[in-house]
């Protein structure tokens, strides 16, 4: 399993090997230039300053000049590493946002019910930001360790073996320390993940109501639970610093220690005569090259717990199948006509819940208008959000002229499905992309024309920037009816030949209310229309009415026939009345 996520990390490399693999050639280049700087600087101190005096600053200067072109190398490299390499870095997040986005857009609503959009939120941008980190600096800090170390310890090897023993008998430590304190710090780290995405998810939460939150004057409260949890994430973050201290400063003492440990093994080898000062010089200053990785890879132990424990989470969204998928020989819709039929339906939203349609029969003729009444619970709303397979049934089948709805493309199926909701969903956008939102490749004077049919027009005209004014996050700048009517003109622009109006007017006043229901019916002409009725008063003239409670459909018939029946139907239209 292990194996398979690093192959799948690896894959998102494959576009930009090409900018993978120079990023690596002029982080091996600059690694090779510090490498080779302490060599120049022992042949001057051992050699140079030996030779004939009018032969050492001409040679000094041209070592000099030798010194000061790898230095601007080593910048040059750097640059590269840092700029391309991030570029690297940003297109393989961008790329990874993409396909966990899409798969977002394929789950379907169940998934939803049981989320926090503040938890989806964080897996799409801090979590994906560690993940290119570590993809980009991982590889070279990683290439540019190893070579800086063993690169050092070949060179002071062939120095004198005896004193880089001494340098390099401290390794088998720190990688000890380091392993020890690498596997506390990854649970830590994962414990982060999850309380900054609470956080996400209570901030987007807060925000998203804040109008409540001013209405009930629960600043304090919303403050209260935020605080709980801010303080829960620094909680974990405790521990994970302290894990992260105790391996910082062990390390870090453990490095001075190299450099102590060198200069008296090597004032016991310069008494002896084993090695001389130019040496010992040359050995302090490998020194700095054998603990430049070191503290590279705490870097990278940090970044490799913060990226992959988010890769991790990637993951776990991506394997997440949708439960709603395509048959694999689904057919697009031709010429459809709009016939339903349910047959046999049951269904629950999820296995320990009960069941909210039970052995459902319904058959509706292409083109008819069926209301739907009953009280809250009774399965209105659960019945039409089949039909376009928001949730798919547990037992039985729906039909749309005769073809299961199971064996027809989700997108082509939806696409000839229009929904008009009671809580009318507006992007951040102007009015005319949220009309032209129903059809995307609309033009404005199609947009136009749907606005008049839903009787938006007037309305729009009379805002400051007319089709081109913003209307603020979720439409917060319009009225409950303007909202409506513009979810209306977006119908309008799709041109469905089958509708569900879900108590679409049930929140509004009656002037709203009666603009909104003539807007409705002059959409519904010709098309096969579902009607989930809050106020009985205005599903009158419906063709047939459904009145469903939780025994299922207990009556059905046109508006005068149930109420001479003088049974469910008749109390709830009395009661309908009477609050009018």
């Not at 503290?295 to 490799?304: G, S, V, W, Y």
Request: charged letters at 25%.
């Amino acid at each position: 399993m292990e194996q398979h996520k690093w192959k799948k990390l690896v894959r998102y490399y494959r576009p930009y090997l090409g900018l993978f693999l120079s990023d690596m050639f002029f982080a091996i280049l600059g690694a090779g230039v510090t490498l080779v700087i302490p060599l120049i600087v022992r042949y001057i101190t051992g050699t140079v300053v030996f030779l004939p005096a009018q032969e050492v600053l001409p040679a000094i200067l041209k070592l000099a000049a030798l010194m000061l072109a790898l230095v601007l190398l080593e910048c040059f490299c750097n640059f590269y590493i840092g700029y391309y390499g991030h570029i690297m870095g940003a297109s393989i997040e961008r790329d990874m946002r993409n396909e966990i986005f899409g798969h977002y857009q394929k789950l379907s609503f169940a998934f939803y019910d049981n989320q926090k959009v503040g938890q989806l939120l964080s897996r799409i941008t801090s979590d994906l930001f560690d993940i290119s980190e570590l993809l980009h600096h991982g590889p070279e800090d990683i290439v540019i360790s190893l070579m800086k170390f063993v690169g050092s310890f070949a060179i002071l090897m062939s120095i004198n073996s005896t004193l880089a023993l001494v340098m390099f008998a401290f390794v088998p430590l720190m990688a000890l320390y380091a392993f020890y304190l690498n596997r506390k710090m990854k649970r830590a780290f994962k414990e982060n993940r999850a309380r900054i995405a609470d956080i996400n998810s209570q901030i987007e939460d807060s925000l998203s109501g804040i109008r409540v939150v001013k209405s009930f004057a629960n600043e304090d409260v919303e403050m209260e639970k935020f605080g709980k949890g801010n303080q829960r994430f620094v909680d974990s973050k405790r521990i994970s610093y302290r894990y992260m201290g105790a391996y910082n400063s062990g390390l870090g003492a453990l490095t001075t220690l190299v450099t102590v440990g060198v200069i008296v093994a090597g004032a016991v080898l310069i008494s002896d005569g084993s090695i001389d000062s130019t040496d010992l010089i040359t050995f302090l200053l490998y020194v700095n090259n054998c603990t430049e990785p070191i503290k590279k890879l705490i870097n990278f132990t940090e970044q490799f717990q913060n990226g992959y424990s988010g890769y991790e989470r990637f993951l776990e969204i991506l394997a997440v199948e949708p439960d709603i998928a395509d048959a694999p020989d689904a057919v697009e819709l031709t010429d459809v006509k709009g016939e339903i039929v349910f047959e046999d339906v049951t269904f629950r939203y999820e296995e320990n819940l009960e069941t909210v349609l039970n052995h459902i029969n319904l058959k509706v003729d292409a083109g008819e208008y069926i209301a739907i009444a009953g009280s809250s619970g009774g399965g209105k709303t659960t019945l039409c959000s089949l039909i376009p397979r928001f949730y798919d049934v547990d037992s039985g089948r729906i039909l749309l002229d005769g073809t299961d709805i199971r064996q027809i493309k989700l997108k082509s199926l939806r696409d000839h499905i229009g929904i008009v909701q009671q809580d009318v969903y507006l992007f951040a956008e102007n009015v005319m992309e949220n009309i032209r939102y129903g059809r995307p490749d609309a033009s404005d004077e199609e947009v136009i024309a749907a606005a008049k049919m839903a009787n938006a027009h007037e309305f729009i005209m009379e805002l400051p920037d007319g089709y081109e004014t913003d209307i603020g996050q979720r439409g917060v700048k319009l009225s409950g009816g303007q909202k409506q009517r513009l979810s209306i003109a977006r119908v309008f622009l799709k041109n469905p030949p089958i509708l569900i109006f879900d108590e679409a007017t049930s929140a509004l006043d009656n002037e709203s209310e009666k603009i909104i229901q003539e807007s409705l019916e002059k959409l519904a002409k010709g098309r096969t229309t579902f009607v989930i009725a809050h106020r009985l008063t205005t599903i009158r003239n419906a063709g047939k009415i459904l009145v469903m409670t939780e025994k299922g459909i207990e009556e059905q018939g046109t508006h005068e026939e149930l109420l001479a029946k003088g049974g469910i139907y008749s109390r709830l239209y009395r009661m309908s009345e009477a609050e009018a």
